[in-house]
């Protein structure tokens, strides 16, 4: 049964640790406005949830037949986020919580995320989070994005910790496949309502099918340190 001793978490960011993904929306919205795409809304940007920047505007140029090199399109999506992330991303304070619990007992941990390292940086570091989560790891940085475990496994290096020691927490379905073909365990908070039952989650250990107005960080700490038993999946 794990332990603090021989535990190691890795947080999802957006969706997870911060509210963003309002701000990723308006970001791209605007991104795709700028080449004469005006019908993109938040059902169309819910598809890409958990799913890295450059993956994602890979589907898009192509869907849209924008001539655009997607290295175009990272970097001026990238500023747009920046610019909104400052002012509009914010820190949900139970997930505070479980962070600093973690902390506090000894715990290794790190960011896996989709979005890139400036973004990650940004965000994180205009919270009291950043002091406490700086090993960060981008999927710019590996050679595969989310739902490929290749960000989870070089977090995992990172901190010098086997994927079978690991835990995940994530709030998206690529996050949680990613974390399943890692093999580590997971923890879903659900970003969209009515997602907990899909079958992308079907593999989590512990999930809070109403999102973070039900997440309990005291719940979710005692399952990652093994109190709370393996067989429990509804939080």
Request: aromatic letters at 6%; one cysteine or more; proline letters at 7%.
């Amino acid at each position: 049964m794990p332990s603090p001793a021989d535990l190691a978490v890795i947080f999802d960011l957006d969706g997870t640790l911060v509210d963003s993904e309002p701000a990723y929306y308006e970001a791209g919205r605007r991104l795709l406005a700028s080449y004469g795409v005006t019908d993109f809304g938040w059902e169309d940007h819910t598809r890409f949830i958990g799913i890295g920047a450059r993956e994602t505007l890979t589907v898009l140029r192509e869907e849209h037949a924008i001539e655009a090199p997607v290295e175009e399109l990272l970097a001026a999506k990238n500023r747009l986020y920046l610019e909104l992330a400052r002012t509009r991303a914010v820190l949900f304070p139970r997930m505070r919580r479980l962070v600093e619990r973690l902390h506090a007992a000894g715990v290794p941990l790190a960011v896996a995320s989709g979005s890139s390292r400036t973004a990650i940086d940004a965000v994180l570091d205009g919270t009291p989070l950043g002091a406490l989560l700086p090993v960060r790891v981008s999927s710019e940085e590996v050679a595969r994005g989310k739902p490929e475990p290749d960000v989870l496994l070089e977090a995992a290096r990172r901190l010098g910790a086997e994927p079978a020691r690991c835990a995940v927490v994530e709030d998206a379905h690529p996050g949680a496949e990613a974390a399943r073909r890692a093999g580590m365990r997971c923890l879903v908070v659900p970003s969209l309502p009515g997602t907990a039952d899909a079958p992308a989650f079907a593999a989590a250990g512990l999930c809070f099918p109403g999102g973070h107005r039900e997440f309990d960080a005291e719940v979710a700490y005692d399952w990652l340190v093994g109190a709370g038993g393996d067989g429990d999946r509804n939080g």
